[in-house]
């Protein structure tokens, strides 16, 4: 089953937000982050607040059916609303996630993208995004989201390789993505994202480069590839621990790592994000660059988090009870913590080194700054940004991103 929450203190029944978490929110940009818990099946490699018919049956009764669901989300945005208050900001970025957020109907998506539009209203310009499992989309279903207002889809296309679907227990067909990218496009999708795993027991280098020749020639603008998290409580922990597949080791994630850098770039993407390549500015994902810049979002749904102003809060994760929260005029926050300005200078740290344009040195400590200094000479991070202020990691840097972050917040 999936993690538990964080501790943290009481959320107010009402929702409500210390008085300085809008302070200075008219500089920042506001995203809305939809969760949609809900699977066909479960994959073995998953850790995220999903659940199957079998694990929701007879333990929330009507309140956790996906038949409701769009209600009690709906709701929660109209709870934003108040507890927000006279904010004024237009929602910049709506993504769609989960989950398979493509097993409610098109028009239950497209009605939840309505309540943030009503309630808060939509940028000129705003990133409209939905995951897809390509089994659960067809030209008709992209048709009624594109004419809802999505503009941003991302399939879950994980590899090209039968075997290496299997290993993760993903049910899509190999080919399925691909055409879901040329169905979405003809459905008027400007921006299509297709996901990829490495590391997966099994998977070779050549299975690796099959998958990116099979992405790459799918036509999208964005690439999204993550190494293999194997977490424990996962079903591919389980038949990793009784000895039935291998684990690959962080020297093949490396090695897999480069192989989809020299990939992407060939076939003119560049990296923007570690893990994500965009052929152009545009193309890059907006939502996600929100979080990796510490703005704002709420993000509704069963166990979602969300960020306001230093203050972070996240949902209780069991469908029935979030729902039922929402029904009695309460907030389903779970618990919640207020950020010190020391904790947001370390976290813009970690989120921003991540980017290709990095972060600030003066975000760095006296012992920071050392550490950069080593990190440099080592070829972890760029000279010429360091000496224009900058830490931006190299491609080297990138395979080691999490040792020299750890360094440059000590």
């Not at 937000?17 to 818990?37: E, I, K, M, S, W």
């Amino acid at each position: 089953m999936p993690s538990a929450l964080p501790d943290g203190e009481p959320v107010p029944e009402t929702g409500a937000l210390p008085a300085h978490a809008l302070t200075g929110a008219a500089d920042r940009p506001l995203g809305f982050y939809l969760h949609v818990p809900y699977c066909a099946s479960r994959c073995g490699y998953c850790d995220f607040n999903t659940y199957t018919a079998t694990e929701l049956r007879g333990s929330g009764g009507v309140l956790a059916s996906r038949d409701n669901y769009a209600s009690a989300l709906v709701d929660e945005v109209r709870l934003a609303r108040k507890v927000l208050g006279d904010d004024p900001r237009p929602v910049r970025t709506v993504f769609v996630g989960g989950g398979t957020p493509t097993l409610l109907a098109a028009a239950d998506l497209v009605r939840m993208l309505g309540a943030v539009r009503d309630e808060f209203g939509l940028a000129d310009d705003a990133e409209i995004t939905t995951e897809a499992n390509p089994e659960s989309v067809g030209p008709e279903y992209l048709a009624a989201l594109r004419e809802g207002g999505f503009n941003r889809i991302s399939f879950g296309m994980q590899s090209a390789k039968q075997h290496v679907l299997k290993v993760l227990d993903r049910t899509h067909t190999p080919g399925r993505p691909e055409e879901c990218v040329a169905e979405a496009r003809a459905a008027g999708f400007e921006h299509v994202n297709l996901d990829l795993i490495y590391g997966t027991p099994g998977e070779s280098d050549d299975d690796w480069r099959d998958s990116l020749a099979a992405a790459v020639g799918a036509g999208p603008d964005h690439v999204s590839a993550y190494a293999l998290i194997v977490e424990e409580g996962t079903g591919l922990a389980r038949r990793i621990r009784r000895g039935e597949v291998p684990m690959t080791d962080d020297d093949e994630h490396a090695d897999r790592y480069l192989i989809a850098d020299a990939v992407l770039a060939e076939a003119g993407f560049s990296w923007y994000e570690v893990s994500n390549w965009a052929t152009s500015e545009a193309a890059r994902c907006l939502h996600n660059e929100l979080y990796w810049r510490g703005a704002d979002w709420w993000g509704a749904g069963p166990g979602a988090h969300s960020h306001v102003g230093g203050v972070r809060w996240w949902n209780v994760k069991h469908p029935g009870a979030y729902a039922a929260a929402l029904a009695a005029g309460r907030s389903p926050g779970a618990g919640r913590e207020i950020l010190s300005a020391e904790d947001r200078r370390v976290e813009r740290i970690l989120l921003e080194l991540r980017l290709s344009a990095g972060c600030e040195l003066s975000l760095l400590t006296r012992e920071g700054l050392t550490a950069a200094a080593r990190a440099v000479t080592a070829g972890l991070l760029s000279p010429e940004p360091y000496e224009a202020g900058r830490a931006v990691l190299t491609l080297r840097g990138r395979l080691l991103a999490d040792a020299v972050v750890r360094d440059l917040v000590d």
